[in-house]
């Protein structure tokens, strides 16, 4: 079983920045593809940025490419969120899944039901 955690979210004003912690129980082995994703009021869930354990290949979607990173350490990943727009207010989630290393990141950001660990979520709103 594997448990995560997120934090970071909070108020940020347009251009802002935020760094989003997820905190896992068993980062440190195992095949798994890490991913956040989002979901506004009365929006779907939508994949941010997803990433093997390797993090040699790393997704991002258009929408947050070049201001959001992702990065990890033994335990945490890591959302950081640069020059933050207000089309950005969301709750973000981070998610896990086990695999074989068959499909590539993106595979795993094109939709929610990919991943069957999930944190609480996080708010994150952009607004003057």
């Known amino acids: 079983q594997l448990q995560l955690v997120e934090s970071g979210g909070g108020l940020v004003h347009p251009g802002g920045s935020l760094r989003l912690s997820c905190a896992a129980s068993?980062?440190?082995?195992?095949?798994?593809?890490i991913g956040w994703f989002r979901q506004a009021p009365g929006k779907e869930r939508e994949g941010v940025s997803c990433?093997?354990?390797?993090?040699?290949s790393t997704y991002y979607a258009d929408s947050v490419k070049g201001r959001f990173t992702m990065s990890r350490d033994s335990t945490t990943v890591y959302l950081q969120m640069n020059s933050l727009k207000r089309e950005d207010t969301a709750v973000y989630y981070c998610?896990?899944?086990?695999?074989?290393?068959?499909?590539?990141?993106?595979?795993?950001?094109?939709?929610?039901?990919?991943?069957?660990?999930w944190g609480q979520g996080t708010q994150v709103t952009v607004s003057s």
């Open positions: 998610a896990a899944v086990f695999d074989n290393g068959v499909y590539a990141p993106n595979y795993y950001c094109s939709g929610a039901d990919k991943f069957n660990y």
């Open positions: 068993r980062f440190t082995s195992g095949n798994y593809v």
């Open positions: 990433s093997r354990r390797s993090g040699r």
